[in-house]
Each structure stands twice: as structure tokens, then as C-alpha cells.
């Protein structure tokens, strides 16, 4: 049996600890007021990002205000013109004995000079106005962007475990089931990180924070003036209700499979037959099916709904790639984690051989739908849908080439040798960067639709990675204190305990 060491205990409550103190600091640091706004921009006007962003405002703003000017100065032009042009006819016609021009035909124009100049500064305050409220309720999502990101990233992680496992089950693998115990305990994490996840969905459905566009007051009333034609013709099924209601559908019932298949997998231990492991490979076949389905709908309701104004057919496969190589790479981790403190005898170089070709498969299968996606719609440059790269091109550049560093051209150059795959220190390293990289494609799809250009890795996201992390391990290593950690009557368990390759 395994035995949960205090140190990393320790750690886990340390991770924990700090990463609340952080999140509870990034919540009370968002700015309150527009006046805490002006002072963030004027403050960062000389810093990096919100320097550029704030320049930017600025530039626009001086460009509108010399346009209008330059407006402004045409119109007095005019006027002059038009001034003239009537007194030299008022002269003629003096001469002539008639004089045709009234007052009246005069006063609009120089009504027009007299306006033009105050109008110009009021359009210019309220677009600052406008511009600075904006920023506010984008630096006011931050921190709850930072903590969404990471709740779901920790979730889906952990759901790459559970699929990896539903799948050994189905192939009926003969390779894997020594590690399965390390497999359950990841995702004994699934429960914890999905009650979490679930009331960040209800403070956001309850009006708490403004992640979702879709959610806000009257975008789809005709006539209000936050309404949205494409939101209302999709509010048939981007409704709170519904988006609600299939979330809890969704983790209930990948929350039921977690639970039945650990039970039926700890019963087969002590079971004269092989019932119990029949029970789990027909219960695996159907959870696979209903993850299927639910794992792309999943991906449209929380991800994909940010930014409701733009789709993709590819986007369910593409996040599916990206967590479940993140969930591979997790039972890589632990698995190596555990054999280096004496566990998992019975696990050779064969086995962490598999696992980390499939670290490797899954990450340039996550690389083929990345750039087929990017590709097909840039390619086509429709307005509204290449917008959504446009965007993470131009104020998420680093991050958004950066992943593809860390998701791809890395675990190709490190992992492509076997015999690399085999070798402790290079696979944790490999999927440290693996998993660090897939953090930065949640990043990626998450923060442009909420934070826009007001982004940065801060405080607020660097404590809801250190807080989920130490919950995870405190909660999964824990796990593993539950039961042995080698299933015991395995129809392969002695296929897998002599697998070599």
C-alpha cells in the first residue's frame, strides 16, 4: 500500500494556501471605479502590454480628435466662403437695386462653425468614456478569467485520464492494467474539481462576473441597446437554463462512470470470476459513447461560447487533443513519480516507453487540427471568422506562437527518439513543458473573449494554477492510499506485469 509522505503533503498545503491568498489579492486589487482605471492606464503608460494598449487608445483618440479638427477647420472654411460669396452677391445685386439674400440663408452656416468644435470634444469624451468603462469590466473579469482557466484545465486533464482509461478498457489492452490504480487516482481529482467548476458556472449564470457575452442583459431583446441579431438567433440554445442543465447532465454523468468503474475495478480484486471486469467493459463502451457526444457540446458551452460570435467545426477535437495528451502526460508524471520512490515494481521502461509515445502521437495530432483550423479559416478570410485569430495574432502573439512551441516543436525534438522515451528526466521535462503549453491553449481560448488586450500572466493566474495544483495532489495522492497499487485479478495483469517491447 502506498503511503502519502508528509513532505508532499506539506507542499500540497503550501500550493493551496498561497494560490488563495493570490486569488483573494487579484480579486481585491481589480479596479472598483473608473477613476482606479485612469490610474492603471496612466501608471502602465510607460510599462509594457498596457503601455502598448494604453498608446494605442491614445493614438486613436488623437487621430479621431485631428480628423475632427481638420473637420471642424473645413467647415469654418466653408463658411468663410459661403460669407463672401453672399456679400459679393448682396453687393451686385445692391448695385442692381435688389437685394435676394435674407439673414436666413446666412445663420445655418454660421451656426454649423460655432457647433462643430464643441461637438467634437463631446463625441471625444464619450469615446473615452466609453473606452475607459470598457477596461473596467475587462480588468474586473481578469481574475475570474485566470481562475476559469485553470478550474477548467485541471478538470479536463483529469477527464484526459479518464478517457485514457475507459479506452484501455475497451481495447481490452493487455499492456496498461498496472497502471490503472495510478489512472483512478487521477481521477479521484474529478469530483472535487467538478463541484468547483460547477459554481463558477452558477456565479457567472447569476450575473457575479461577466465571462459570458451572451449572458449580459438584453442582447437578445430587440430594441435594447445591448442587443445582439446573431446571440438572439442562438439564444434557443445558448439560454442559462439550458447551458445549465446540460453542464450538470455532463458531469454527472462522467462523475457516475468515474465512480462505477473504480468500484467494479476494486471488486474484481476479490471476485472468483471475471464478471466484474465484463461489467466495466461494457460500461466503458457506453461512457465512450456519451463522451463523445458530451465532450463537443461541452467544448461550445464553456469554451467555445466566449466569444459566441465566431465557430468552428474542428473546435470539439481540437480540445479534445489538447487535454487528452495533457491527461497522458499526467499519468506519465505520477507513474515515474511513484517508481522513483520505490512503488510500481512491476512498471518497466516498456510501459513508460507507451506512454510516452502516445505523449508524443497525441501531441502532433493536437498539432494537425491546430493548424487545420488556423489554415482553413485564414485561409478563406471571412470577416467573422477570421477575426478570432486576428485577435490572438495581434495582442496575443507570444502566447499564442508560444503554445505551439511548447505543444509541438519541442515534444518533437525531445521525444522522437526512443530511446529518449525511456528515460525518466527527459519525459518529466518534456511533460512539464507539455503541460505548462496546454495551460497557455486554454489561455489562449479563453482570455482574448474576456479580458481582451488588458492580459498578462499576473498574480491572479500564477495563484489559480498553484491552488488547483495543490488541491490535485493533495486529493490524488491521497487516492492512492485507498487501495493497492496492482490490481489483483486482472484477466492481463500478468500480460502487463511481463510486457516488454
Excluded at 190 to 201: D, Q
Excluded at 299 to 326: C, E, K, N, Q
Aim: charged content about 15%.
Amino acid at each position: 500500500m502506498y503511503t502519502f509522505p508528509n513532505k508532499l503533503r506539506n507542499i500540497a498545503f503550501v500550493l493551496m494556501i498561497l494560490g488563495m491568498i493570490g486569488i483573494v489579492y487579484g480579486f481585491l486589487s481589480a479596479p472598483k471605479t473608473i477613476e482606479d482605471v485612469e490610474k492603471i492606464a496612466a501608471e502602465s503608460h510607460h510599462d509594457g502590454h498596457g503601455a502598448a494598449a494604453h498608446d494605442a487608445h491614445a493614438a486613436t483618440s488623437h487621430d479621431a480628435h485631428a480628423e475632427a479638427t481638420h473637420d471642424a477647420h473645413k467647415v469654418e472654411g466653408h463658411a468663410a466662403e459661403a460669407k463672401d460669396s453672399v456679400q459679393a452677391v448682396v453687393e451686385v445685386d445692391s448695385t442692381a437695386g435688389e437685394d435676394t439674400t435674407s439673414k436666413e440663408e446666412v445663420a445655418p452656416v454660421a451656426v454649423a462653425k460655432t457647433v462643430a468644435p464643441k461637438e467634437v470634444k463631446v463625441d471625444e469624451h464619450a469615446e473615452h468614456q466609453e473606452h475607459m468603462e470598457h477596461m473596467l469590466h475587462q480588468l474586473q473579469n481578469k481574475p475570474w478569467a485566470a481562475l476559469y482557466v485553470a478550474c477548467i484545465f485541471f478538470l479536463l486533464v483529469t477527464m484526459g485520464a479518464l478517457v485514457f482509461y475507459a479506452i484501455q478498457q475497451v481495447a481490452q489492452a493487455g499492456w496498461s492494467p498496472l497502471l490503472f490504480r495510478v489512472m483512478q487516482s487521477i481521477t479521484a481529482f474529478l469530483p472535487v474539481v467538478s463541484v468547483i467548476f460547477f459554481v463558477l458556472l452558477l456565479l457567472s449564470s447569476f450575473h457575479v462576473n461577466h465571462l459570458f457575452v451572451w449572458m449580459e442583459e438584453g442582447v437578445t431583446e430587440v430594441g435594447h441597446e445591448n442587443y445582439d441579431k446573431l446571440i438572439a438567433g442562438k439564444s434557443g440554445y445558448l439560454n442559462v437554463t439550458f447551458w445549465l442543465i446540460r453542464a450538470a447532465i455532463f458531469l454527472v454523468g462522467w462523475n457516475a462512470y468515474r465512480y462505477l468503474s473504480r468500484k467494479n475495478c476494486l471488486a474484481q480484486d476479490e471476485a472468483n470470476d471475471n464478471t466484474y471486469y465484463k461489467k466495466n467493459f461494457k460500461l466503458s463502451a457506453g461512457f465512450l459513447v456519451f463522451f463523445i457526444v458530451s465532450e463537443s457540446i461541452m467544448s461550445w458551452d464553456w469554451i467555445m461560447s466566449v466569444d459566441p460570435h465566431w465557430f468552428s467545426t474542428l473546435f470539439g477535437w481540437y480540445v479534445f487533443a489538447s487535454f487528452f495528451v495533457s491527461g497522458i502526460t499526467t499519468i506519465s508524471m505520477v507513474t515515474l513519480y511513484l517508481k522513483s520512490k520505490g512503488y510500481l515494481e512491476s512498471v518497466n521502461s516498456s510501459h513508460i516507453h507507451d506512454l510516452s509515445k502516445f505523449m508524443f502521437g497525441i501531441s502532433v495530432f493536437w498539432t494537425y487540427l491546430w493548424f487545420s483550423q488556423f489554415m482553413l479559416i485564414w485561409y478563406s478570410n471571412i470577416p467573422e471568422e477570421v477575426t478570432y485569430f486576428k485577435t490572438r495574432i495581434e495582442q496575443y502573439n507570444l502566447p499564442f506562437f508560444g503554445a505551439v512551441a511548447m505543444n509541438f516543436v519541442f515534444p518533437i525534438l525531445v521525444l522522437i527518439n526512443s530511446d529518449f522515451k525511456r528515460v525518466a528526466p527527459i519525459i518529466v521535462g518534456a511533460g512539464v513543458v507539455i503541460l505548462l503549453g496546454h495551460y497557455v491553449d486554454f489561455f489562449n481560448m479563453i482570455m482574448p473573449a474576456t479580458v481582451g488586450d488588458q492580459w498578462f500572466i499576473g498574480v491572479s493566474e500564477i495563484a489559480s494554477l498553484l491552488f488547483f495544483l495543490g488541491l490535485f495532489i493533495f486529493v490524488v495522492f491521497t487516492a492512492l492510499t485507498k487501495a493497492p497499487l496492482t490490481p489483483k485479478r486482472n484477466p492481463f495483469i500478468e500480460e502487463s506485469k511481463h510486457f516488454h517491447y
